[in-house]
């Protein structure tokens, strides 16, 4: 599997994410013009955040046929320093075009099926989504040895589920592998020699591997820092 995949390898991260921007950017105005509408999933953590930056100060910006979801959230405040929408609306610059994942706090079930309920326009179609990956080989919030990622990892349902991360904040909200594959481009973003060397490492199962194997023309960008 690992011996298939192309990997654009940079040395400089700034010019990674200023290209990555520039093709992501291209590809939204093309859905917009093609299908007057356009959806697009997003990842949380520090990585993607220079690419947010940029997509930011695209003039698409606050566009109402463009809509934002998120691939993955911590069940957190929307305005708790762990939240993914809150590190990409600030990215992004925008308010109202987000499509979050948090609805009800007081409960971690019915606050699932209310995600899933808002995000059947994702589950029709999907445009665009990003990825990234941590270094135990999660991607989305789909992690290795965690019971309840199973479903989302191995299930043909493009839904979205309640996983356990291994550090705090331990409770997840994620988008299924199946969804995440259905999306008709993807892109992995990734950073440093450690993740690297788990991606192309053959001998593990890990939940990248299962988005690989269902996505060989995933597109990966990678710089050594």
């Given at each position: 599997?690992?011996?298939?995949?192309?990997?654009?390898?940079?040395?400089?991260?700034?010019?990674?994410?200023?290209?990555?921007?520039?093709?992501?950017?291209?590809?939204?105005?093309?859905?917009?013009?093609?299908?007057?509408?356009?959806?697009?999933?997003?990842?949380?953590?520090?990585?993607?955040?220079?690419?947010?930056?940029?997509?930011?100060?695209?003039?698409?910006?606050?566009?109402?046929?463009?809509?934002?979801?998120?691939?993955?959230?911590?069940?957190?405040?929307?305005?708790?320093?762990?939240?993914?929408?809150?590190?990409?609306?600030?990215?992004?610059?925008?308010?109202?075009?987000?499509?979050?994942?948090?609805?009800?706090?007081?409960?971690?079930?019915?606050?699932?099926?209310?995600?899933?309920?808002?995000?059947?326009?994702?589950?029709?179609?999907?445009?665009?989504?990003?990825?990234?990956?941590?270094?135990?080989?999660?991607?989305?919030?789909?992690?290795?040895?965690?019971?309840?990622?199973?479903?989302?990892?191995?299930?043909?349902?493009?839904?979205?589920?309640?996983?356990?991360?291994?550090?705090?904040?331990?409770?997840?909200?994620?988008?299924?592998?199946?969804?995440?594959?259905?999306?008709?481009f993807i892109y992995l973003i990734i950073t440093g020699k450690d993740?690297?060397?788990?991606?192309?490492?053959?001998?593990?199962?890990?939940?990248?591997?299962?988005?690989?194997?269902?996505?060989?023309?995933?597109?990966?960008?990678?710089?050594?820092?």
């Amino acid at each position: 599997m690992a011996d298939e995949i192309k990997i654009n390898e940079f040395d400089n991260a700034d010019l990674m994410f200023d290209i990555l921007g520039d093709m992501i950017s291209r590809e939204i105005k093309h859905a917009l013009r093609e299908n007057k509408k356009c959806n697009v999933l997003l990842s949380g953590g520090s990585t993607p955040k220079p690419l947010y930056l940029r997509l930011g100060k695209e003039s698409f910006k606050g566009n109402p046929n463009l809509q934002y979801g998120l691939i993955d959230e911590r069940f957190v405040e929307t305005n708790d320093g762990n939240s993914n929408e809150k590190m990409i609306k600030e990215c992004l610059g925008i308010e109202s075009d987000i499509k979050g994942m948090i609805y009800r706090l007081d409960s971690y079930e019915k606050n699932l099926e209310l995600v899933n309920e808002a995000y059947v326009p994702f589950k029709q179609r999907t445009d665009l989504s990003i990825l990234g990956m941590g270094t135990d080989g999660h991607t989305a919030s789909i992690f290795p040895g965690d019971e309840n990622s199973e479903l989302p990892r191995r299930s043909n349902d493009k839904e979205v589920y309640n996983t356990n991360a291994p550090i705090s904040p331990t409770r997840r909200i994620t988008c299924s592998k199946e969804l995440i594959c259905d999306s008709k481009f993807i892109y992995l973003i990734i950073t440093g020699k450690d993740k690297k060397k788990v991606l192309l490492d053959n001998e593990r199962d890990l939940p990248i591997h299962d988005i690989l194997k269902q996505r060989p023309d995933i597109h990966i960008f990678y710089a050594d820092k």
